[in-house]
């Protein structure tokens, strides 16, 4: 409820004021918005006379009616000022001082907004150039891209052009080979063994066939080094998931391919096998267990003997003993290759596996 007190005249008098007792307007007016209130107020007010404006000037609205409430400006003098809680709406005549009041709050607040709009792009000029400090130190360097950006091989395909491939080396043995070494090779063999055959050829080598083993042909894709591979398999340990066997094999190594003598394709096709995860998946490391040149049926050649281990769920076996013998058969393009695996602590087959050496023949 609006509290009593002195108010402009609702009338539109001008520098005139009228009491308002909280429920109606008194008859007295006064000029004076401190003086004390009316002996008693109430009635409607007599007619006000015309004011006296000029012949341009707005008419004011007279006030009529029951009880209005008053203008929301207590008992001070106008002002300019928004109405609020508590505030009842203003008399008719005060409309341009309501304008006026709008007109004020709508400058203030577009003056807020362009400040704000200002502010904001001159904050966001300021932390563009940051960000774009930060985004050229966070660039790699010329130096970073050139250490830690993989280079793919771009050797030839022709298994005669060693040119341009790029060497891996083998986490293993430390030794370089390249694409065109471990995968250039033609390992299907040319004849399938006869049945019945007794001996086996490739590469210009043959061996006899061991006790327990067969020719299988379907073994020597796994060879990717060699040519002409002629397997022979024993299979040592089978399961559901994943199997083991034991492999005689005898091919060519072609000296294009980057092979150059007996000890460095020797090295390399080790290696090649290691790194193999068709002959050797769940590899874990390999252990040389002897080296060194030996003679084939009167040809220099050079043999290397090491463990290739793994670590499969699905099998007990821990890897191989794997032997490969690199023949210098007097080609200009071909060394002749021999290799043996046999399963790690099968001693009896390990045996076999060494006396297996003297009966390689250069055909």
Excluded: H
């Amino acid at each position: 409820m609006t509290q009593a007190g002195w108010y402009p005249d609702p009338a539109g008098q001008p520098q005139t004021f009228r009491y308002w007792d909280g429920s109606s307007w008194s008859q007295e007016t006064t000029s004076n918005p401190y003086a004390p209130p009316p002996a008693a107020a109430g009635g409607p007010p007599p007619p006000p006379p015309p004011p006296a404006a000029p012949p341009s000037q707005q008419p004011q609205t007279v006030f009529s009616g029951g009880p209005t409430p008053p203008s929301p400006y207590g008992q001070l003098p106008p002002q300019p000022q928004a109405f609020g809680a508590g505030y009842p709406p203003s008399p008719a005549g005060s409309s341009r001082g309501s304008a006026l009041t709008i007109l004020l709050v709508v400058a203030a607040v577009l003056a807020l907004v362009g400040l704000s709009v200002g502010g904001f792009f001159g904050y966001r000029a300021f932390t563009d150039d940051d960000d774009s400090d930060a985004d050229a130190s966070e660039q790699p360097s010329a130096t970073d891209s050139a250490t830690t950006e993989p280079t793919e091989p771009t050797g030839s395909t022709d298994p005669t052009d060693t040119t341009g491939t790029s060497p891996t080396e083998s986490a293993s043995t430390g030794v370089e080979t390249t694409e065109q070494q471990c995968a250039g090779g033609r390992p299907q063999p040319s004849n399938e063994p006869p049945a019945g055959a007794q001996r086996v050829t490739g590469g210009g080598l043959s061996i006899p066939i061991p006790d327990g083993y067969t020719a299988d042909i379907s073994y020597a894709e796994q060879f990717t080094f060699a040519d002409d591979f002629t397997p022979l398999q024993k299979v040592i340990e089978q399961t559901d998931q994943s199997g083991w066997v034991s492999i005689y094999g005898v091919g060519g190594l072609s000296k294009g391919n980057g092979f150059t003598d007996p000890e460095q394709a020797a090295e390399v096709v080790m290696s090649c096998m290691a790194q193999s995860t068709d002959l050797y998946a769940f590899f874990t490391g390999r252990e040389d267990l002897s080296s060194g040149e030996i003679t084939i049926d009167g040809n220099e050649a050079y043999q290397i003997t090491a463990e290739l281990r793994v670590d499969n769920p699905d099998l007990t076996v821990e890897g191989d003993v794997a032997q490969v013998i690199v023949v210098d058969m007097g080609d200009a393009e071909t060394f002749g290759l021999y290799i043996t695996v046999v399963p790690i602590g099968d001693q009896a087959l390990i045996d076999q596996q060494e006396a297996a050496v003297g009966q390689i023949r250069a055909d």
